[in-house]
């Protein structure tokens, strides 16, 4: 056997990257797989299309079985916070009370994660969103829902120092300035300082776990690879971890694995007004619903834009009429609704030994979602639009299940110390072991749930844990 590793990490997102952190500072040897490639803020591709094709999966093109969705996930080093937004909230009472009464799992309370969110936000610079970092399109936004009467609030985003003048959208393709709060700036440069070794560009086909260590298999540049290790982390999402543990044969062993895939599935609506709005410049995320109205009906209203690729993609119909949307981009506001999704899904291999998503949208989700879209439209008409699109494409965002968290191994995967049901030496922590959608942006959570992981995994390794107390919500 070639070097035994005490933990290899499989991805380099918000989980892997907590957790290599964690492990790394109290001094174990950590190996991070990674299947994409690593840029840095000075190599990132500086345009939509190269971006979509170069850091995402199948460029960003996962699509449902029946083709209704298109999943985004990420696949370069630093995951899916490199081509998100960063936008850092704690879930709420309604969304912990639910996965307690569904795990029957006391730490999930604000109380008891408050602890962890803690320890991941001092490690963070963050930043709420003010007036002065509004651009058009979030003051129509405001003035909009204050004309209702619909509640709101700042976006909290993880910046530093980010003088984004009128390119703030380029950060969907990865931060050129090094200040979005991405892993790559964050917690991965402390673990690499620490020790930790990343191979990027390694896919793991297979996990195989023994007694006593844990053998890892994939390719590394189309070359075969494997490696050994005491313990086993993975932590390639929903998609991905899922896959991995259905391609390492165990879903006789665990027969849960696979269900429950949830998401946040999104529509946006796009309005054309007589004045220019520039919805591509500047912050173009900056405030959110804060409505408990949207809340208790299953769905939030988001401040966004796109770039013209992705609006093009979203307006139907082709030829003069779809040239004629496009000249008027400069004209464009936009507003999303995302649905807190009830009707879960399924991840299986196909014969042909590809993933199949098998995400249909539920009779409530749909009426949820219609719901939503007709609050934006009477928003836009409200403030004066000419033209009013909601478009038919559904987009699935913030995946998460198919290796739920629970007590036992016939309807979970995955334990209270967050360990594979019957398989000591492997754990999970990302948003593969959600139990449902919380309705909320995930990544702050899936980092605080990574570093609770971590003290469980250290402790198993015989290791002294200091536990964090909690001191409040950081600016």
Known sequence: MKHLHDVIIVGSGASGSVIAHELTQSGADVLMLEAGRRFSAATFPDNELDANAQLMWNGGMDASRDASTLFIRGKVVGGGTIINQCLLDRFDDIALDSWRHQTRMDFFSS????????AVESHLALHHMAPSDWNTNAELYVKGFESKGYGWAPLRRGQRDCGSGNDCMTCLGGCPRASKQSMLETFLPKAENNGLRIESECTVREVVHGPSFVTVCGYQRGQPITRYARKVVLASGALGTTELLLRSRLQDRLP???????CHPQWMTVALFNDRVDSHKGAFQTVKSDEPRFRAAGFKLENVFAGPIAIGLLKPGYGLDHQRFMRQYRNMACIEVAVRDQGAG???????????????????????????????VDLFQTLGAKEVVTSPLQIGLHLMGGCHIGQNAGDSVVNEHFQVHGLPNMYIADSSIFPNAPGINPSLTIMALSQRAAQHILRDCGATVVQQQPHGVSA
């Open 111 to 118: 109380d008891q994660m408050a602890l962890h969110y803690d």
């Open 256 to 262: 849960a694995l696979g269900q429950g895939f949830y």
């Open 346 to 376: 399924t991840l299986r291999l196909t014969r042909r030994d590809r993933l199949e998503i098998d995400k249909p949208l539920s009779d409530v989700d749909r009426q949820t979602a219609d719901h939503g879209n007709r609050v934006v």
